[in-house]
């Protein structure tokens, strides 16, 4: 027998008020804790940032000469 479909009893939080409440979370952890949590976090964020850092000293791709007639 099939059931309709019910509301998702999730209740919707605002990004923002979630972010605020993270965070509130967060502080309130002991210092040794979020010291650590923060360290994780910023290795993450590297770890992003470098496999999308583009530098100047990667060659560059193809033959940069216009092609010969």
Do not use: C
């Not at 990004?15 to 360290?39: C, H, Q, T």
């Amino acid at each position: 027998m099939l059931h309709p479909p019910q509301a998702d009893p999730t209740p919707t939080v605002d990004p923002v008020e979630e972010i605020d409440l993270n965070w509130a979370y967060l502080v309130s952890l002991p210092k040794e804790v979020r010291n650590m949590v923060f360290g994780i976090i910023a290795k993450e964020a590297d770890r992003i940032a470098g496999s999308t850092v583009v530098t100047e000293n990667q060659p560059p791709q193809g033959d940069p000469r216009p092609p010969q007639p």
